[in-house]
């Protein structure tokens, strides 16, 4: 029995969602949900990224929301670019610890750290989906940017792994699990594959199934990914925000 508590991946105003922080709050708690994650677009991503001079402004609306309602548990969130082969993201190291919770994904529409870096992320990985590049080339080269990311910066959660680029699930995973990093299972996008859940599942990694919400109305709709979770056979206490795995990770 899958009853997940926690929607870690929504979206406001603040980057291209439609709601805000409150309306998303609200949303969350006529689910029945205990813990919600404002986790808007990294400072990179070009048009919707969230302003570095939001912060202060989203943290002071979440501290008088959780001040307001005893029964659910707002969180500052981000959802980070990899902006480099290297593992670099688009937090600046002095607002690291700004954020209750960090997750981290690859976007296409991003500012890259460098023009080596736009060539082979970014360039690449196009040319990859026409077939002009080796393919397994770039997965590894996909998989070792995200890896050494999770190593170097405090990431809870890689969103929808697989969904932008090619990347090596497996080699992903162990690592992930090695270091406690969830792995989304996106209602969304519908990534994680079952494929890839039960290759992760294999090399012990943990997942959240979020919902990626960018409308109130899709805060806690998790329908996609619970299926997901269930074709692919992974156990409640393997998804960081179910009830069966509150208090374990």
């Given at each position: 029995?899958?009853?997940?508590?926690?929607?870690?991946?929504?979206?406001?105003?603040?980057?291209?969602?439609?709601?805000?922080?409150?309306?998303?709050?609200?949303?969350?708690?006529k689910?029945?949900?205990?813990?919600?994650?404002?986790?808007?677009?990294?400072?990179?991503?070009?048009?919707?990224?969230?302003?570095?001079?939001?912060?202060?402004r989203?943290?002071?609306?979440?501290?008088?929301?959780?001040?307001?309602?005893?029964?659910?548990e707002?969180?500052?969130?981000?959802?980070?670019?990899?902006?480099?082969?290297?593992?670099?993201?688009?937090?600046?190291?002095?607002?690291?610890?700004?954020?209750?919770?960090?997750?981290?994904?690859?976007?296409?529409?991003?500012?890259?750290?460098?023009?080596?870096?736009?060539?082979?992320?970014?360039?690449?990985?196009?040319?990859?989906?026409?077939?002009?590049?080796?393919?397994?080339?770039?997965?590894?080269?996909?998989?070792?940017?995200?890896?050494?990311?999770?190593?170097?910066?405090?990431?809870?959660?890689?969103?929808?792994?697989?969904?932008?680029?090619?990347?090596?699930?497996?080699?992903?995973?162990?690592?992930?699990?090695?270091?406690?990093?969830?792995?989304?299972?996106?209602?969304?996008?519908?990534?994680?594959?079952?494929?890839?859940?039960?290759?992760?599942?294999?090399?012990?990694?943990?997942?959240?199934?979020?919902?990626?919400?960018?409308?109130?109305?899709?805060?806690?709709?998790f329908?996609?990914?619970?299926?997901?979770?269930?074709?692919?056979?992974?156990?409640?206490?393997?998804i960081?925000?179910?009830?069966?795995?509150?208090?374990?990770?």
């Amino acid at each position: 029995m899958y009853k997940l508590i926690a929607d870690y991946h929504t979206h406001t105003i603040y980057s291209h969602g439609e709601g805000t922080i409150l309306e998303n709050v609200e949303a969350a708690r006529k689910k029945g949900l205990k813990k919600i994650a404002i986790a808007d677009h990294g400072f990179n991503h070009i048009g919707i990224g969230m302003k570095i001079s939001d912060i202060v402004r989203i943290r002071k609306e979440i501290k008088k929301i959780n001040e307001t309602f005893t029964d659910i548990e707002v969180l500052l969130g981000i959802e980070a670019n990899l902006i480099s082969l290297t593992g670099e993201i688009d937090i600046p190291e002095k607002i690291l610890s700004e954020f209750d919770i960090i997750l981290m994904g690859f976007h296409k529409a991003v500012k890259p750290a460098s023009l080596r870096d736009a060539w082979n992320l970014f360039i690449k990985n196009g040319l990859d989906k026409l077939g002009l590049v080796n393919s397994e080339t770039m997965r590894q080269i996909n998989t070792m940017a995200l890896i050494r990311a999770i190593e170097k910066y405090p990431i809870k959660i890689l969103t929808h792994p697989g969904a932008k680029i090619d990347i090596d699930t497996r080699m992903l995973a162990k690592k992930a699990a090695e270091l406690g990093v969830a792995l989304e299972i996106n209602a969304s996008h519908g990534f994680m594959t079952e494929e890839y859940v039960r290759i992760a599942l294999e090399e012990g990694a943990v997942f959240a199934i979020n919902s990626d919400a960018h409308s109130p109305d899709q805060v806690g709709d998790f329908q996609r990914g619970l299926q997901i979770a269930k074709n692919a056979g992974v156990p409640p206490s393997r998804i960081i925000n179910t009830e069966a795995a509150a208090g374990l990770h």
